[in-house]
């Protein structure tokens, strides 16, 4: 493998076995152009193993184009990642390239795939089936060519099983799985991304050296179960390194949760809903509210069914809704018959 290719790969430190065993897994896949999917908790770097993915292939040189589905509406998703043409839409002035476009002979990543609604899950099926599409407000069918890498922290087999997302697509995406270990299932990695990056801000600060960490504050690190796995633990460690007060001593205070303090503030109480009668909306206003309302009510209920493994009762229960309006708003949104789902 050329030395620039290998080099223009990000960095992904760690020597746990199970942080090893998921190199080498990624690395092997890299060479096929197919779709892949990437799973892992928060902070555990999905979007740098979509990137290596991209950078150990044949297609290093091409476009790594990052979309993040859980920032953008339904409507600006789909236009964000397919185009629009000029007057598609209100606003539509003059003809967008998508992000599929953008990202032809390359690689689209497309963070938190599980929040796409239904509609663009179906657009999304055909595309990584066939290559085609046509962009919003367009009749002229386009070919590209480009490797989708897809991440999410959900269980997407459960929301599948709930009707929640697409098992067809599903099926396309998962030609491999590439499931990231979280912090804790590698607690000898640690202590080597700890210094890392405290090295690293000590650089960033112009001091001329790292002490290290004491004995106490390293046996800290290795207990705390780091939630939010190799983000948090890059939190606490540059925080260490830029509140010491001896930059000359070992690091002994560590600041677990930045939010203890004796004088937090209390958990404000729910809102009361205004009790004022609203005068008729502008349909073009209440257009656009109403998508993005029901847009968020999907997204809950998609939520709520795979942390509930698909069980629609449960799913209930934790959104505080009656087992029936629960399936009515399954039913409004299009999710389909949950099998097994009592």
Not at 39 to 65: M, N, Y
Not at 71 to 82: G, H, K, P, R, V
Not at 137 to 158: I, Y
Request: glycine share 8%.
């Amino acid at each position: 493998m050329p030395a620039d290719r290998l080099s223009a790969a990000p960095a992904l430190i760690g020597e746990a076995p199970a942080f090893l065993e998921m190199l080498e897994h990624v690395s092997r896949l890299a060479a096929l152009p197919r779709p892949a999917l990437v799973i892992g908790e928060r902070g555990t770097g999905k979007e740098l193993v979509a990137a290596r993915l991209h950078f150990l292939s044949p297609r290093w040189q091409a476009p790594f184009v990052r979309v993040n589905c859980a920032a953008l509406s339904e409507t600006l998703l789909e236009s964000e990642l397919f185009g629009h043409e000029a007057g598609a839409f209100t606003g539509a002035a003059r003809r967008h390239v998508g992000r599929f476009e953008q990202a032809d002979g390359g690689t689209l990543f497309l963070d938190e795939i599980a929040t796409a609604s239904p509609r663009v899950q179906e657009k999304l099926l055909r595309i990584v089936e066939y290559g085609t599409f046509e962009r919003v407000g367009g009749r002229e069918t386009l070919d590209v060519d480009v490797r989708v890498v897809a991440a999410t922290n959900a269980d997407l087999p459960a929301m599948a099983a709930a009707g929640a997302f697409r098992p067809d697509l599903l099926d396309r995406l998962a030609f491999d799985v590439v499931t990231i270990p979280p912090l804790r299932a590698r607690p000898e990695d640690i202590p080597v991304l700890a210094r890392h990056f405290a090295v690293a801000l000590t650089v960033e600060l112009r001091r001329p050296l790292f002490p290290g960490f004491s004995t106490e504050a390293m046996d800290r690190m290795r207990t705390h179960p780091w939630p939010g796995n190799v983000r948090e633990l890059k939190n606490v460690a540059e925080r260490a390194v830029y509140r010491m007060a001896d930059p000359e001593a070992p690091v002994t205070d560590l600041v677990l949760d930045p939010f203890a303090s004796p004088w937090r503030a209390a958990r404000p109480p729910p809102l009361t809903p205004p009790s004022l009668t609203p005068g008729p909306p502008d349909d073009a206003a209440a257009a656009g509210f109403e998508a993005r309302i029901a847009a968020h009510e999907r997204r809950l209920l998609a939520e709520a069914l795979a942390a509930a493994g698909g069980h629609q009762g449960r799913a209930a229960e934790a959104l505080a809704l009656g087992y029936h309006q629960f399936r009515h708003l399954l039913r409004k949104h299009g999710f389909g018959r949950a099998p097994g789902g009592g």
